[in-house]
């Protein structure tokens, strides 16, 4: 099969492992997006990854209302090493804007995804479930052959307390050199909510010994612009 036919095949996630003539059932989600959605039928073909085994072309056994299995039957791609982690740390915000901020920074190559409170940060509860579907999709979309860990939310300070590598913060309204990511160490970034950092949570990072305060220029953007744009200088 032509690549470019390969690439037009549906491309899904599955926590299962994948192995040369395996066995597949998949989700009744994946059902009804394959059967109702695609209209797809047995013997076409799919793609299948799993974070750990690559990716893999599939071909339906079985569709039908309830049940849908594939058999694999070659691998497309080798699972790659991940040279390099980013970790996003941010403020939830509000549902539309919050699944854009995560659609962009699977695209974007983030590995560790940090959802933390801050002083002004509107959202304090998170649907985790929805969110790691997010992700999926995300990944599944952009061909990612990971996906980005979801870790749970927590205080803004005790994050950067826990961190073990310097957390670059884009403060805004504040003397900071410009972001420039260097070379290819683990990096994390840190963008404030939607009404910015107060003064004492500014004074807490700036005297913070893991805390790099940097600037993303004059303008002072939005939560989710801010992180594309630091993730998009890295």
Known sequence: MMQNSITKSPRLYTELDLKAEQEINLTIEQVHYLRNVLRRNTQDEIRLFNGRDGEWLCSLTILNKKNATARTKCQTREQTIISRQVHAYFPPIKKNRMDFLIEKAVELGVTDLHPIITANTEIHKLNEGRLHAHII????????????????????????????????????????????????????????????????????MLDHPNVIGVSLGNNILRAETALIKLLSLI
């Open 137 to 204: 999709e995300a990944a599944e979309q952009c061909e990612r052959l990971d996906l980005p860990k979801l870790h749970p939310m927590t205080q803004a300070q005790n994050a950067i307390h826990a961190s073990n590598i310097p957390i670059h913060a884009a403060i805004e309204r504040h003397k900071c050199k410009n972001f420039h990511p260097g070379d290819n160490h683990d990096i994390a970034v840190l963008i404030g909510p939607e009404g910015g950092f107060t003064t004492e949570e500014t004074k807490m």
